[in-house]
Nanobody, 115 residues
Framework: QVQLVESGGGLVQAGGSLRLSCVASGSTFSINTYGWYRQAPGKQRDMVAQITAGGFTSYVDSVRGRFTISRDNAKKTVYLQMNSLKPEDTAVYYC?????????WGQGTQVTVSS
């Protein structure tokens, strides 16, 4: 089992920044992919960004250039730096840990961007 705990969400004005963190514990190892997903009310959960064990990153078009995903394997932590936030970024943000045949989610953290 892998447990994931997200933090760093909150209320911010448009144009502001937030940094999300997700700490993994349990039966973890470094050869995994981390992902950040988000789900707005009434919508499906979509991938925002992900980072592989080798540090390769990918982003959804709507956040590329504004968000940065990074990881610290020693701390078993993945981060999402979110800059130039927009009201449409409002959602619950979830952390995902995945490896060969294994897939775990955090409980989510709310991000609200006011206009």
């Amino acid at each position: 089992q892998v447990q994931l705990v997200e933090s760093g969400g909150g209320l911010v004005q448009a144009g502001g920044s937030l940094r999300l963190s997700c700490v993994a514990s349990g039966s973890t190892f470094s050869i995994n992919t981390y992902g950040w997903y988000r789900q707005a009310p009434g919508k499906q959960r979509d991938m925002v960004a992900q980072i592989t064990a080798g540090g390769f990153t990918s982003y959804v078009d709507s956040v590329r250039g504004r968000f940065t995903i990074s990881r610290d394997n020693a701390k078993k932590t993945v981060y999402l730096q979110m800059n130039s936030l927009k009201p449409e970024d409002t959602a619950v943000y979830y952390c995902r840990w995945s490896a060969i045949g294994r897939n775990y989610w955090g409980q989510g953290t709310q991000v609200t961007v006011s206009s």
